[in-house]
């Protein structure tokens, strides 16, 4: 059954306190934000719950990892000052996020929009502690949750609040279960395609859609792993040599099942990572080589494959895209992915996400997530605390 979206909620004349992900990357020497893509995600569902007449919008976020203790560089302070520019009015940051100053704050503020300090710089926050998730409960009437990025964590201010407080999910969680839903109960031919480096971090995701996917493409550095269970050599690639049964077994299922798995046929290789001197394209890895990225015939071939598709879910890239030396092969395929005709195509956040960025094709795209950890544990089929503890719709 569908969950409470905003869409249900009456926000007329109320003080409504909403869990954000603000978790921006920062420039380490100024302290700017470098990326401001959550921040712009999270804005229609604020301007919604402003538009239909809350009182007070207090927004809640972490930023980093303080482990429980107060940061300097890790206040939300850069934050405020660009959620201010882009919803166009003053946003009052405060310097807490629970206790009476903060409540006495909250009541004597003239601002529409308060955010909060920092979660994390409380350890209860990650603990999911109870007491701490009614301190924030208790600063306002009505919680939505619109922060995807942590949905799979039971923290405090995620999924525990949601116990004290009629609770809803926000516009972007609402559009993130839409299309990773669809990835999910696809229509067919639906293709995936698996890269970024362990197989270990994917196992659950391949058997999951294996049940639902007619192709898998595998790249990436997982990619040597599956080559090196068919006893192919992959010289001194990256290899997870405890999970080369369970790589056998995967290729063995997909066979039963009818799944066609695509792996390499051609890739780029250097003699070493931190100093090459010798880059070349091989049909197999010689010893003292390693791959970082697919070559040309398998670009090909991935295009090819992905030709017919009406869904397709792209989770982690195929080759060390961050330097532009080993990325041809993983722009080739955003490019592609971006150009590719009445397809619904999924980008499951993280790597995947940066990679569509800097490829300049997100926006091309049917759906880029903006939760990396939350969109694999949703594509394994788990729930997420975030999302199960909102009550359904009646």
Not at 39 to 49: H, L, N, R
Not at 195 to 208: E, F, H, L, M
Not at 350 to 375: E, I, N
Request: net charge positive; aromatic share 4%; hydrophobic share 40%.
């Amino acid at each position: 059954m569908a969950k409470l979206t905003v869409r249900d909620m009456d926000f007329k004349g109320k003080c409504v306190i909403m869990r954000v992900d603000f978790n921006v990357p920062l420039d380490k020497k100024t302290g700017e934000i470098t990326d401001d893509t959550r921040i712009k995600e999270a804005m229609p569902t604020i301007k919604y719950v402003l538009e239909k007449g809350a009182k007070k919008l207090i927004l809640m976020s972490h930023l980093g990892r303080p482990d429980g203790k107060v940061v300097d560089g890790l206040s939300m302070n850069p934050v405020a000052k660009k959620l201010s520019q882009l919803l166009g009015e003053d946003v009052e940051k405060l310097n807490d996020c629970v206790g009476d100053e903060v409540k006495k704050k909250i009541d004597a503020s003239s601002k529409r929009v308060i955010l909060l300090e920092n979660l994390r710089f409380h350890a209860e926050e990650e603990k999911g502690d109870e007491n701490f998730a009614k301190q924030l409960a208790s600063l306002a009437e009505v919680y939505v949750n619109d922060a995807f990025g942590t949905a799979h964590r039971a923290h405090a201010s995620t999924t525990i609040i949601a116990k004290f407080l009629p609770s809803c999910l926000g516009l972007l969680i609402e559009k993130e279960v839409k299309y990773l839903s669809s990835a999910l109960s696809p229509n067919k031919p639906y293709v995936v395609i698996l890269g970024g480096a362990k197989v270990s971090d994917k196992i659950d995701v391949i058997s999951n859609l294996m049940q639902k996917a007619d192709k898998i493409l595998i790249g990436g550095a997982m990619a040597y792993t599956f080559i090196k269970s068919k006893g192919e050599d992959v010289g001194n690639s990256r290899v997870e040599a405890d999970k080369l049964d369970v790589a056998k077994n995967i290729l063995k299922d997909a066979e039963k099942r009818k799944v066609k798995i695509v792996l390499p046929i051609d890739h780029l290789v250097i003699d070493n990572l931190e100093n090459p001197k010798v880059k070349k394209i091989v049909d197999s890895i010689p010893a003292g080589f390693l791959g970082v990225d697919i070559g040309p015939k398998t670009v090909e071939l991935f295009k090819k494959e992905l030709g017919d598709a009406k869904t397709v879910l792209w989770n982690g890239p195929v080759g060390i895209f961050e330097k532009d030396d080993y990325a041809k092969g993983t722009k080739a395929l955003a490019e592609c992915l971006a150009n590719l005709k009445n397809a619904t195509v999924i980008v499951g956040g993280g790597d995947s996400a940066s990679a569509a960025k800097k490829f300049k094709v997100a926006d091309k795209l049917s759906h880029v997530s903006t939760g990396g950890g939350a969109s694999l544990e949703f594509l394994e089929g788990k729930a997420l605390p975030g999302i199960a503890i909102i009550p359904d719709k009646k």
